[in-house]
């Protein structure tokens, strides 16, 4: 019996590059089945809400869910949405596996860090549980805490103290713990010292943001929300209206959210050969995107990774 996936594709560039997500998976042979959903501004313009009930539903039900970027009027609704998807479905950690490829115009060729931070605030226990779970599942051998001096800011005292006590529990990696700014200068001078980084409110998502921009930038990073029972997998760059429909955009970020969700589902081999083909195709320099140095468009992109599966 196939997995049923939940599928919203997005606004602006998102139907164009999730699409290429969707034909790679589905010529890897991965069998799944798809719900389709609408979130955001397609979504207000046909129901009336940027989060209908209908999607929530079909989130809910499959508990697997591959998402574009959303466009929204202002940071506030944007702001709303989010909160309502980590209370409903108990988002308690958002991940970014950043991984370099070589022949981009990226700063470094060999990046491979994982920076996981909060969803508004929850358990702290839970998140900072997560990160060493995945550690250790990954083989990764440190998680680093990132935090700020201010004790008083945002539960950073629970924070390290949590993370100390959780430590205590995974003997076999190495654990640290780092000042915020010190943390960036040491991600710009000698990022390969890190493997996992984990931060909870501002610190969080500036080591998020900052990870990326290691590597070219929000359009080679993918993203997922890690809940009790649901999962979404999303591109974490924005929806690039003035690109809608030119067969420009780089599908690189929702191609690796794909990845991600292979290798959640267990499909690890799956997950490999797609990974192997989209290196293959970006090292190739060979039918990418302007952003990667080409001159080719989404479909042409999607394609050469296609023909090296």
Do not use: W
């Amino acid at each position: 019996m196939s997995q049923t996936i939940t599928v919203i594709k997005g606004d602006g560039v998102g139907p164009d590059i999730v699409n290429s997500a969707l034909q790679i998976l589905d010529k890897a042979g991965c069998d799944f089945s798809y719900d389709f959903a609408e979130a955001g501004q397609c979504s207000l313009q046909s129901q009336g809400a940027f989060l209908p009930d209908e999607t929530m539903a079909l989130i809910a039900k499959n508990k697997v869910t591959l998402k574009g970027p959303l466009t929204f009027p202002d940071k506030q609704t944007q702001h709303e949405v989010n909160v309502l998807l980590n209370r409903r479905f108990e988002f308690y950690a958002k991940l970014r596996a950043v991984m370099s490829f070589k022949s981009t115009k990226a700063r470094y060729d060999d990046i491979d860090i994982i920076a996981i931070r909060d969803c508004e605030m929850k358990s702290i226990e839970q998140l900072v549980t997560f990160a060493y779970e995945l550690a250790r599942q990954e083989g990764r051998k440190t998680v680093t805490a990132v935090h700020t001096n201010d004790m008083e800011k945002l539960n950073q005292s629970e924070f390290i103290d949590i993370t100390k006590q959780v430590a205590n529990l995974y003997p076999d990696i190495e654990s640290n713990e780092i000042q915020i700014s010190h943390c960036c200068m040491q991600l710009v001078l000698n990022p390969n010292q890190f493997d996992v980084l984990v931060g909870v409110g501002q610190e969080g998502e500036i080591i998020s943001d900052l990870c990326s921009g290691l590597v070219g930038g929000l359009g080679m990073v993918p993203g997922a929300s890690v809940g009790k029972d649901n999962v979404i997998f999303e591109a974490v760059h924005g929806s690039a209206p003035s690109l809608a429909g030119k067969n420009l955009a780089n599908p690189t970020s929702v191609i690796l959210a794909s990845i991600q969700m292979l290798e959640y589902l267990n499909m690890g081999e799956k997950a490999r050969q797609i990974r192997k083909a989209l290196q293959e195709t970006i090292e190739s320099g060979e039918n990418t995107t302007r952003d990667l140095g080409g001159q080719q468009g989404t479909s042409d992109f999607t394609e050469a990774v296609i023909k090296r599966l």
